[in-house]
């Protein structure tokens, strides 16, 4: 009824059934069948149609005023509607980065919103940054409720609740212009000679694993450490260096001028959400969403 009470106004207005078809994006003819199926609804003609176009009758006439009443009143109704829907609906805050990006939960998330229509996500930026980052792990809670990324900051780890979703597997990252530019797979025993940078500022307990196990069983390869958190930087500092970088399969696509081929290494790291310990109740029922999405996959 609502379609047939604007098409009726703008008919109306239009004093023509192919002028109002233009002004609604229809066709003439969808015009006509609504109007009819109005005035057999009604019971009264409505129009007078004539070779240059159509009048109000009198009924017409007399409907018309109510015909605009009850189209604005609908309107109206409905941003009431939607005004109470987002007074109930709670925002779940999720950070995001290059190197922490939130698209393994939007895509997660965009699998079962529609079970929980009373939650919304937004979306807040932060920079991978060496020196800022400590304190973004420090203060999950703060800006943004949950971020989504490796768990590779055991050093912080008394911070924060994670959630696991998966894992990552390690490889290695090149210059293009590297020797090694062009292996589709990498055996540990290709670096012989070579110069690995191993990033730990997060203090990450696989990480120190796979430095020991490299150091002990392959003391060809040179272990470069660095002792700060992964961040854009490191990998500028690699392609321009042309050395190889200990990496994750996630970042492949995060520096145009490396190459992140799969290694031999049999290490992989969990990655999932990392929230607040104290998380709000909103925040808790979406997590505990996840988790039985999760679990059910």
């Known amino acids: 009824m609502n379609e ?23 066709s003439s003819t969808a015009v006509m069948k609504q109007m009819n199926l109005l005035e057999r609804q009604t ?7 004539t070779n240059h176009g159509v009048k109000l009758t009198e009924a017409g006439a007399a409907f ?10 609908y309107q109206e109704s409905l941003i009431r509607m939607r005004q109470a829907a987002q007074a109930n609906r709670h925002i779940v805050r999720v950070g995001t980065s290059m190197l922490n990006s939130c698209k393994v939960l939007i895509d997660l998330w965009n699998g079962i919103s529609d079970l929980s229509p009373q939650i919304g996500i937004s979306i807040v930026h932060f920079e991978d940054d060496a020196h800022t980052l400590p304190t973004t792990y420090r203060t999950i809670g ?7 990324g490796p ?20 490889c290695f990252a090149v210059s293009r212009q590297h020797r090694l530019a062009s292996q589709k797979t990498l055996s540990v025993t290709d670096l012989y000679g070579e110069r690995l940078v191993v990033v730990n500022g997060g203090n990450c307990s696989v990480i120190h694993d796979i430095r020991d196990f490299l150091i002990k069983n392959h003391p060809q390869i040179r272990i470069k450490e660095v ?7 490191g990998f500028n500092r690699c392609e321009e260096s042309n050395t190889v970088m200990l990496t994750l399969e996630a970042w492949a696509d995060i520096h145009p001028s490396l190459v992140t081929i799969p290694s031999d290494l049999d290490f992989a790291v969990p990655y999932g959400l990392l929230y607040s310990l104290h998380p709000s109740e909103v925040v808790n029922q979406f997590i505990e969403i996840i988790k039985e999405m999760n679990a059910s996959k």
């Open 4 to 26: 047939q009470l604007k098409t009726f106004v703008q008919v109306a207005e239009s004093g023509s059934f192919s002028k109002a078809a233009e002004q609604l994006f229809i």
């Open 227 to 233: 002792p700060r958190l992964y961040d854009l930087d």
């Open 64 to 73: 018309i005023k109510d015909a605009e009443f009850m189209l604005q009143y």
């Open 142 to 148: 703060q800006s943004f409720d949950i971020m989504v």
């Open 43 to 49: 019971g009264t003609p409505l129009f007078n149609r």
């Open 151 to 170: 768990f590779l900051a055991d050093r912080w780890k008394d911070y924060y609740r994670v959630l696991e979703l998966g894992s990552y597997r390690f």
